[in-house]
């Protein structure tokens, strides 16, 4: 069971539902918790979240107040594959 976040600090001060990659909701929880979840790869920016005084379910990426952390995940980026021939300038 994951203990009580702290909610003072957080913008929404009712904190958020979240869905997680297992498809259980869990809240409610900090924006702080939110973050954390984030950096550990538990949620990620199409994961289901709402203001937990909210009906409405939303990505992650569409809540104002929780995109200032987006990008500071630890997780390494998605790379691009490499053409498989290569590329020549036109002459």
């Known amino acids: 069971m994951e203990p009580q976040?702290?909610?003072?600090?957080?913008?929404?001060p009712s904190g958020y539902h979240?869905?997680?990659g297992d498809g259980q909701e869990y809240g409610p929880i900090?924006?702080?918790q939110v973050r954390a979840w984030y950096e550990?790869?538990?949620?990620?920016?199409?994961?289901r979240v709402r203001h937990a005084d909210a009906t409405k379910w939303r990505t992650l990426r569409e809540i104002?107040?929780?995109?200032?952390?987006?990008?500071t995940?630890?997780?390494p980026?998605?790379?691009a594959p490499h053409p498989?021939?290569?590329?020549?300038?036109?002459?």
């Open 5 to 12: 976040p702290q909610r003072q600090s957080s913008p929404n």
């Open 18 to 20: 979240v869905i997680g």
């Open 30 to 32: 900090s924006s702080e």
């Open 40 to 47: 550990l790869g538990r949620l990620v920016l199409d994961s």
């Open 64 to 71: 104002p107040e929780l995109q200032h952390f987006r990008g």
């Open 73 to 75: 995940s630890n997780l």
């Open 77 to 79: 980026p998605v790379l």
């Open 84 to 91: 498989t021939h290569p590329v020549h300038p036109a002459n």
